[in-house]
Structure formats: structure tokens, C-alpha cells
């Protein structure tokens, strides 16, 4: 079993940058942590992909709303995987949950963390 936990969310204006973290605790060398990513749901929406890291290459893959804004990255040493949001529009404001996946992270994927609330006023 895999536990993911997300810390780092708030509140920020419009142009301003957040930091997201989770981390990964319980069987920690499962394949299931091959691949880990963030989706976010916004009010009214469907989950939707944001961002997801290979833990083999560290290769990195981001939906088109948030390319050159958002970086992602992990700690494979520690388990964890961060996303640095910079440039943070209204339209990011969602729940933002970590997934982990041992090949391709989706929004089926088999481990879940919570959610983190990230709210960006304009």
C-alpha cells in the first residue's frame, strides 16, 4: 500500500507562484511510484492532467495550460514530487491531488493523495 499526502496549497493574487509537495510514504519502492503527477479539478469541472514525472528518467510531461509556467520534479530519494506553479492565473484555481502509477499516470490511476486547495484571486 502507498500513501500520498499533498502539502503547499493557499491563496495568491493573480502572477503570483505557489509550491506544491507530496509525498509518497508505505511501500515506497512499488512500481506504482514509477510514474507520479498532479491532476486538478476545478468547481463545475472533470479532474484534468496537469503534470507527471518518470522515477527511471525524470522526464517530464505537462498539459498545454500550463507549460512554461508550471515545473515539475521529484526527490526519488525521499519520495516525494513537488510542482513549482509560477505565472498563477484564476483559471488554475482548483483541488490539485498527486497520482501515482507504475506506467502512466491518468485520472484511473491507483493512488490518490487528498486534494490541496490552491485558490488564485485576480
Known amino acids: 500500500q502507498v500513501q500520498l499526502v499533498e502539502s503547499g496549497g493557499g491563496l495568491v493574487q493573480a502572477g503570483g507562484s505557489l509550491r506544491l509537495s507530496c509525498a509518497a510514504s508505505?511501500?515506497?519502492?512499488?512500481?506504482?511510484?514509477?510514474?507520479m503527477g498532479w491532476f486538478r479539478r476545478a468547481p463545475g469541472k472533470e479532474r484534468e492532467f496537469v503534470a507527471a514525472?518518470?522515477?527511471?528518467?525524470?522526464?517530464?510531461y505537462y498539459a498545454d495550460s500550463v507549460k512554461g509556467r508550471f515545473t515539475i520534479s521529484r526527490d526519488n530519494a525521499k519520495n516525494t514530487v513537488s510542482l513549482q506553479m509560477n505565472s498563477l492565473k484564476p483559471e488554475d484555481t482548483a483541488v490539485y491531488y498527486c497520482?501515482?502509477?507504475?506506467?502512466?499516470?491518468?485520472?484511473?490511476?491507483?493512488?490518490w493523495g487528498q486534494g490541496t486547495q490552491v485558490t488564485v484571486s485576480s
Open positions: 508505505g511501500r515506497t519502492f512499488s512500481t506504482y511510484l514509477n510514474v
Open positions: 497520482a501515482a502509477d507504475q506506467r502512466v499516470v491518468t485520472t484511473s490511476s491507483h493512488y
Open positions: 514525472i518518470n522515477r527511471s528518467d525524470g522526464r517530464t
